[in-house]
């Protein structure tokens, strides 16, 4: 997984630069929005998944490491 974002950041770099956009600008927002994807699935698996969780423990939402199910949606 680790080698396909860097391999999806570089593409992305590359087709930035070709089509005359900041690659610079395209690659924080590349981390953004990784970093936004993986924060949101973990929430949604917790949400679908763990409810009762949830009501035992609301700040389990914030324990991203918590729950491979997000990993696999987010893969």
Do not use: N, Q
Request: charged share 15%.
């Amino acid at each position: 997984m680790v080698l396909a974002v860097f391999l999806g950041e570089l593409l992305m770099r590359r087709r930035a630069k070709r089509v005359g956009l900041d690659a610079p600008a395209m690659t924080t927002l590349f981390w953004a929005c990784l970093l936004l994807g993986l924060l949101v699935s973990h929430v949604l698996d917790e949400i679908f998944y763990h409810p009762a969780e949830i009501a035992r423990r609301p700040w389990s939402l914030l324990f991203v490491w918590e729950g491979l199910s997000s990993m696999g949606g987010f893969v």
